[in-house]
């Protein structure tokens, strides 16, 4: 048995993974891996990962790091806190990256930094629909400066991505913070998010010992976020491929230019 840890619901671990992670009786969203998310979305058996060979590097021989990466991938099966795929979502074809919080909390490093980048590039030569699923504690403090000029990296991919014409869907996940959130997340053409989801720079907690007052109720999370004109629909879990799918096709063959 499992047991929500928002409510104490408990039910099996097979209605859990049924249930993508929500509680069906509070509706908390839970973590969900990268895969599972992927697979979740994908039409049945249209699933390419890409990029699957990048993985991050010790730059800064930052003791005890390699150790922690290591058992990082030992524990999730991954090679990296980012894995992107090309898929069909309702018969439609496009690049889909995940980061998953499970991994380094789904910092962004170099490898984070580089397969996302390869990931837009890949959807601009191929002009398809770019989706990013964000969920990031920040910048990867094991690799420095390094991981801090992914921001820049992603940022300008993006740009580029976008001057020529491709449509980006960013899916703001619970949390995305710090870096990720200063970079690609918030570059969307279209601004999607989980409910409940925290969505800043700086942590609540950080922001309220900054300027030395109490922030106000739902600060930072999704609700909060639409409110105020950053996310433009929150979508939960289950609705999500759905919704996508709707996107993806009222975009289809949008004007491109060269």
Not at 219 to 236: C, K, L, W, Y
């Amino acid at each position: 048995m499992t047991t929500c840890p928002a409510c104490g619901h408990e039910m099996t671990q097979a209605a859990w993974h049924a249930q993508l992670f929500v509680c069906p009786n509070c509706g908390a969203h839970q973590p969900i891996s990268a895969r599972e998310r992927l697979l979740s979305l994908a039409d049945e058996n249209t699933l390419c990962e890409i990029g699957a060979d990048v993985v991050g590097k010790d730059v800064l021989s930052f003791p005890g790091y390699e150790s922690k990466l290591s058992a990082q991938r030992e524990k999730t099966g991954m090679q990296e806190a980012v894995m992107t795929a090309q898929m069909k979502i309702g018969g439609r074809d496009a690049v889909v990256c995940v980061l998953d919080s499970q991994f380094f909390m789904g910092s962004m490093g170099i490898g984070v930094g580089e397969k996302v980048t390869q990931a837009i590039e890949y959807a601009a030569a191929k002009s398809l629909p770019l989706i990013i699923f964000s969920a990031s504690g920040g910048a990867r403090m094991q690799e420095g400066f390094f991981s801090l000029m992914q921001m820049a990296k992603t940022s300008a991919a993006v740009a580029e991505f976008s001057e020529k014409g491709g449509l980006f869907i960013s899916v703001l996940t619970h949390p995305t913070t710090g870096g990720v959130t200063a970079s690609f997340a918030s570059l969307g053409d279209i601004m999607l998010a989980e409910p409940n989801a925290l969505i800043g720079f700086a942590g609540p907690r950080v922001i309220e010992q900054t300027i030395g007052q109490r922030l106000p109720e739902g600060f930072q999370r999704s609700e909060f976020q639409q409110a105020h004109g950053f996310v433009d629909q929150i979508v939960p879990r289950g609705e999500m491929k759905n919704v996508l799918a709707s996107l993806l096709k009222l975009h289809e063959g949008g004007v491109r230019r060269a």
